[in-house]
């Protein structure tokens, strides 16, 4: 029997279609009107239920559930299936929930939830070791939400990950889930992403709560990665973002986290959130952000947020974030550490940063703008130089140079000393920093300190307020190329003043300085400092009395000059309301 091309593609259609319509009848719509018969697939929703499942099952609905992880692990899925687990059941079986097919754009495969009560558990099994319990290994398009990972903290040892993202992974998001018990030991996370997807992984992180997890969101080496709007308590170190690695990593974005009780643990960092780049190439680490986190209430003595570059960055924004009783009562931490170890640029602005017991804001290398920022109650442990309510400068081991910095529009209030500038030797030199409209209020020691290797320093437009006898201005142990002027300097006494090793009271100061011919010796008249309002008062004479910088805006974001000239300090008079 002769058939020809035409029918014999029709016949391999039709067969095609048979066959998947005995497999699945859902699957297959068909189309009379046409000549063909129209193949579309339709998205599937598979239920799987711990105590009433059935692996025999089609797990289709609710009535006909799966059973088991193993079931949904070795069965295929479409672009745009939904997984769902029953919620208040427990999974501790098997090797973990490993995904087995990949969705597509648009078309994302879901794990989630179906039901009411408590998220469905999937738990790692005692008496086993894995080195990861559930695992996306070169899958891309997935999304996990509303699911419970505990990974067994306590009944056994292991190198603790709970879910993890390997090799050519991509388009992933895990949101709503809580991610808990990671087992006690230094490799333990909550997600690791270590994909090493070429370009951007587009990883999502969100809306998660984490809870002792040793480290909740490690990532190793991955590009394209937002972790945003989580909660993380009790875990040793909350989120390290950044990489290990010989590629460029670009694109992180780490913003709006709440991260506490931070510190205790046996993980090798302990840090609310770590941003950190190790042997990529020159210029990689492009585009990061940490932005809104609230870091708060640790309970042992490491950094909130840390920023460490090995290599030379471009774009690093750190802002508006609040650090928040970092260390209190302890005696080692810091709020905000910025160290470029190997050069780059960094922004760092709008940050509130209270009670660390070392230093509020830190610069280690590089160079950044630091501005509008409002630190408080900084460096208490007072057992270094280094507390201080802003620091900058590195010891010679490190060999960081400082270059090019600038600081400006800060509130630096009630800290052990306001700020200290720390050129520790002649390969960690502190250079060309510009120090203009700030407030140094009411420090325990000192306002303004430059070690030995600093160079070509500016203090202008900066008022240096000491409530009570003895507190130093400025000790500029360092002479070469310092400048300072149109300041304003409150409560003078016999050694408020340090140049070379002649310390002295500010008229001489002026004389065997030559500095601060035009800065005053006055009360600056505050509208209410002890209430944190910086403004300025009607009276003030400070009002008009600077010189002009580079900031176009004052620390409200006000235009500046506001006047003729502009003000000394952070803000001018404050319009009524």
């Not at 900031?551 to 309301?577: C, L, M, N, S, T």
Request: aromatic share 12%.
């Amino acid at each position: 029997m002769y058939m020809s091309k035409e029918g014999l593609f029709k016949f391999a259609i039709i067969f095609i279609l048979v066959i998947i319509y005995w497999k699945d009848p859902l699957l297959v719509q068909g189309d009379t009107s046409s000549d063909f018969l129209t193949v579309k697939l339709v998205t599937a929703t598979y239920y799987i239920d711990a105590t009433s499942g059935n692996d025999n099952n089609d797990g289709r609905s609710p009535g006909t559930a799966w059973k088991s992880i193993a079931r949904v692990n070795r069965s295929g899925f479409n672009p745009g299936d939904s997984i769902l687990f029953k919620r208040g059941e427990i999974w501790p079986e098997g090797s973990g929930l490993i995904p087995s097919s990949s969705g597509s754009a648009g078309k994302l495969i879901t794990f989630g939830s179906y039901g009411s009560g408590d998220l469905p558990i999937i738990k790692a099994p005692s008496g086993t070791i894995y080195y990861v319990y559930n695992t996306v290994n070169q899958k891309h398009h997935l999304k996990f939400s509303q699911i419970r990972f505990d990974g067994g903290r306590g009944q056994f040892s292991h190198s603790g990950i709970i879910l993890g993202v390997m090799n050519d992974s991509y388009e992933l998001e895990f949101s709503d889930c809580e991610f808990v018990n990671s087992p006690v030991v230094a490799t333990a996370s909550g997600i690791y992403l270590d994909s090493t997807h070429n370009g951007d992984a587009n990883i999502l992180i969100t809306r998660n709560s984490f809870d002792h997890t040793e480290t909740a969101i490690y990532n190793q080496s991955t590009s394209g990665v937002t972790i945003t709007h989580n909660t993380i308590t009790n875990s040793t170190s909350g989120i390290c973002a950044g990489a290990y690695t010989s590629r460029p990593v670009n694109n992180i974005t780490v913003s709006h986290n709440d991260v506490s009780g931070w510190g205790s643990g046996v993980a090798g960092t302990k840090h609310a959130i770590w941003v950190y780049l190790y042997s990529a190439p020159i210029g990689a680490g492009d585009n990061y952000i940490i932005a809104d986190n609230y870091a708060h209430n640790p309970t042992g003595e490491w950094d909130a947020i840390e920023l460490t570059w090995n290599t030379k960055p471009a774009h690093i924004t750190i802002a508006r974030n609040r650090v928040t009783h970092n260390g209190q009562a302890l005696t080692d931490g810091f709020g905000i550490v910025v160290n470029l170890l190997r050069g780059g640029q960094a922004e760092v602005y709008s940050n509130s940063v209270y009670d660390t017991p070392f230093v509020g804001i830190f610069q280690v290398g590089g160079s950044a703008n630091i501005y509008r920022n409002r630190i408080k109650n900084c460096g208490y442990s007072a057992n270094t130089y280094w507390s201080s309510g802003i620091g900058v400068g590195s010891s010679n081991s490190e060999a960081a140079d400082v270059n090019g910095s600038n600081i400006y529009y800060n509130i630096v209030d009630s800290c052990h000393r306001s700020i200290s500038m720390l050129g520790e030797g002649p390969f960690s030199k502190v250079r060309n920093v510009h120090v203009y409209n700030n407030v140094f209020y009411n420090p325990a020691e000192y306002n303004a300190r430059l070690t030995k290797y600093c160079e070509n320093i500016l203090f202008k437009n900066n008022i240096f307020y000491s409530n009570s006898k003895p507190h130093e201005q400025i000790d500029a142990r360092s002479r070469k190329g310092f400048v300072s002027d149109h300041n304003c300097f409150f409560n003078d006494y016999a050694a408020a003043f340090t140049w070379g090793e002649v310390k002295c009271d500010f008229s001489d100061w002026k004389k065997v300085s030559g500095q601060d011919l035009h800065s005053l010796g006055a009360d600056p008249r505050f509208v209410n400092a002890p209430q944190g309002n910086f403004h300025l008062r009607k009276d003030s004479p400070c009002r008009e009395a600077g010189t002009s910088m580079e900031a176009k805006e004052d620390y409200y974001g006000k235009p500046v000059p506001a006047g003729q000239a502009p003000d000394i300090g952070v803000a001018g008079v404050k319009a009524p309301k």
